[in-house]
Nanobody
Framework: QVQLVESGGGLVQAGGSLRLSCAAS????????MSWYRQAPGKQRELVAS???????NYAASVKGRFTISRDNAKNTVYLRMKSLKPEDTAVYYC?????????WGQGTQVTVSS
């Protein structure tokens, strides 16, 4: 069983920065794709960014240029560096690991951006 634990959320003013972490209970090199999703109140969960085991990254248009996803295989951790945060970035952020067709989710971490 793969466990993912997010951390790093909090309250920040617009224009500020945060770094989210997702620690995995297994070697992340064995996880095909690691992703960050977010869900705002009353909205569907949406993909924010992803990174493959080979290091290929993908970003939602709304965060491109502001967010950076990265992975540290030695620490079995994936990060989401967020800068120039906007109030519309407010959401619960979830980490997801995909191993072939099986998805694993973390419990989520709240990010609140005040205007």
């Amino acid at each position: 069983q793969v466990q993912l634990v997010e951390s790093g959320g909090g309250l920040v003013q617009a224009g500020g920065s945060l770094r989210l972490s997702c620690a995995a209970s297994v070697r992340i090199s064995s996880i095909n794709v690691m992703s960050w999703y977010r869900q705002a109140p009353g909205k569907q969960r949406e993909l924010v960014a992803s990174i493959t085991s080979g290091g290929v990254t993908n970003y939602a248009a709304s965060v491109k240029g502001r967010f950076t996803i990265s992975r540290d295989n030695a620490k079995n951790t994936v990060y989401l560096r967020m800068k120039s945060l906007k109030p519309e970035d407010t959401a619960v952020y979830y980490c997801r690991g995909l191993i072939f067709a099986t998805m694993y989710w973390g419990q989520g971490t709240q990010v609140t951006v005040s205007s």
